[in-house]
């Protein structure tokens, strides 16, 4: 789902980077070329004293210099999956000789224009299927240590978004890590399941393209981030939304194995997931809509008209239960302890529903009035509604729209992390958190009847350090950058100045000024209707 857009460009007087980053870099070099027989290749020249060159495993690149982050853009981490590289998975990207230019992003991943509060969401740059691209910012002060590494999934719902919509420029400055922001295939792109792709499959499975992608994205982290100055031992997955689901399936994922020691899911884990066979049976469908009883037929078509076809309604491009990448439910997997015990933090926003409401009647032109709330709400939950209508009276609200919300926060949101959070605990570290600026998006000054509150996206900033607002809300932002990026080194979220997080079952309330600790989460959010038997498991 939509977050703020915090790319916001460095300073550009170029700087010496880390005296560790070029010698590391060069040393690699030396070493990828003895082992892989290139030794006779031409040498590249060595590197001015103010550039920003830097090889990885498949070439050198050469990024920007800024005052506080360099930043190296567009690097390939991938094959681009076109041809008959489309929906398979991703294949290692070519070697390049000479030194790549890393100064301007690679294109975002095949979407629809994305009109949100915070822009288009594809960032800068043309959507297309050669777009398995990331970028590495790194602090522009030397260290004479590798960093933690801090790698980004972007949310949009699997349909839209890009890493370099995002960035890291300032989260690596002030929190002293590497960050990584990566594009990986969305919509039908990214996942598509079809008996035939099953078919061309070793394991008989298909529709997780996107996921995998993110996995490739972490592997190249992993092999090649030293050269930048991170610690290839040291490594977060965080994302948010579509990215927060991201990284709790990777959670659960056999695949992901080894590619990340801690991990940060916002406003995203528990999520559940159709299985192969209900996406198989949509993608024979839509394919039929296209004419095409096969994939040969579907690889025929062009990109462009494939998009075209995949904005239908009755469309659900999300990843799925294959019993490989996904083998369970994530709910499921965590209560059964099959999933990757590395230290978690998770959380959600205080109002997540409102910016949904917001979109969908407000900012449509149609207010949502009191007459139409209960029409609202049976349209969603059926015969369910007169149970939620009676734990959500308007009466408890101060409008419609807030009512709305706080359903659509805690069914859709709250509950869910929170269960997921709850499971953890009893195998790893496990730590929660409620977002709780009730002015975060004011500065935006959208044109709804009703206040926003802290709703879905809007604790994005205050992570990347792209909050100038009320001195609260900076000490805010800067308390919860310390927080994330001291987990990110220790696996432990505590900052400077900044009140102790305890594990769960308490829950860091994030507010200006007053950074509480809550114990009555599940009741607070009526997870007891939402998840039977929820709030009495969180209190045993």
Request: charged share 15%.
């Amino acid at each position: 789902m939509p977050g703020p857009h915090t790319r916001n460009k460095a300073g550009t007087a170029r700087r010496s980077p880390s005296w560790r980053r070029r010698s590391r870099g060069v040393l690699a070099g030396a070493l990828l070329l003895s082992a892989t027989g290139l030794g006779a290749a031409p040498a590249a020249p060595a590197p001015a004293a103010d550039d920003t060159t830097v090889t990885t495993r498949y070439g050198q690149v050469r990024g920007t210099a800024g005052e506080r982050a360099d930043e190296y853009l567009g690097i390939p981490y991938a094959a681009p999956p076109v041809g008959g590289l489309r929906w398979k998975p991703p294949a290692a990207p070519a070697r390049w000789t000479g030194v790549r230019d890393a100064t301007a992003p690679g294109n975002p991943c095949m979407q629809t224009g994305s009109s949100t509060p915070w822009g288009d969401l594809a960032g800068p740059g043309t959507p297309g299927e050669d777009c398995l691209y990331l970028n590495v910012h790194t602090p522009a002060e030397r260290s004479l240590r590798d960093r933690p590494v801090m790698v980004w999934i972007h949310g949009g719902g699997f349909t839209i978004g890009s890493g370099t919509f995002y960035d890291g420029g300032e989260l690596a400055a002030r929190g002293d890590v590497v960050v990584v922001t990566l594009n990986y295939r969305l919509g039908a792109f990214g996942y598509l399941a079809h008996p035939g792709l099953a078919g061309e499959s070793a394991d008989g499975v298909s529709g997780n393209y996107g996921l995998l992608d993110q996995q490739a994205a972490l592997r190249w982290v992993r092999q090649n981030i030293g050269a930048f100055g991170g610690d290839a031992r040291n490594v977060t997955v965080f994302g948010e939304s579509a990215g927060g689901g991201s990284v709790c399936q990777h959670l659960v994922s056999p695949r992901a194995t080894g590619l990340f020691d801690r991990a940060i899911a916002q406003s995203g884990c528990g999520f559940p997931l159709p299985t192969q066979e209900s996406q198989q049976r949509n993608g024979v469908s839509w394919a039929g809509s296209l004419g095409c009883a096969d994939i040969a037929c579907l690889r025929g078509r062009p990109a462009a008209e494939l998009l075209a076809a995949s904005t239908s309604p009755s469309a659900r491009w999300v990843p799925n239960v294959d019993g490989r990448v996904v083998p369970l439910q994530i709910a499921d997997a965590l209560e059964s302890g099959r999933f990757h015990r590395v230290p978690v933090l998770q959380g959600t926003t205080a109002d997540e529903g409102r910016l949904t409401v917001a979109t969908t009647y407000d900012l449509a032109g149609r207010p949502l009035t009191a007459a139409g709330y209960p029409v609202a709400v049976r349209a969603l939950y059926g015969d369910r509604a007169d149970a939620i209508l009676a734990r959500y009276p308007l009466s408890a609200h101060g409008s419609p729209a807030e009512a709305l919300g706080a359903i659509l926060t805690d069914a859709q949101f709250a509950c869910l992390q929170s269960r997921s959070a709850r499971l953890m605990a009893g195998h790893t570290l496990s730590y929660q958190y409620e977002f709780a600026d009730r002015g975060a998006m004011d500065h935006l000054g959208l044109p709804v009847s009703f206040p926003l509150g802290a709703p879905h996206g809007s604790e994005i900033r205050y992570v990347f350090g792209g909050v100038s607002g009320t001195p609260a809300q900076n000490a805010l932002a800067a308390r919860m950058l310390g927080y994330w990026t001291a987990f990110a080194r220790t696996g432990v979220p505590y900052a400077a100045d900044a009140p102790h997080w305890n594990r769960y079952p308490k829950v860091q309330v994030l507010a200006p000024g007053a950074i509480t600790s809550s114990t009555t989460f599940p009741q607070d959010h009526r997870c007891d209707l939402w998840l039977p038997g929820e709030t009495a498991a969180a209190r045993r």
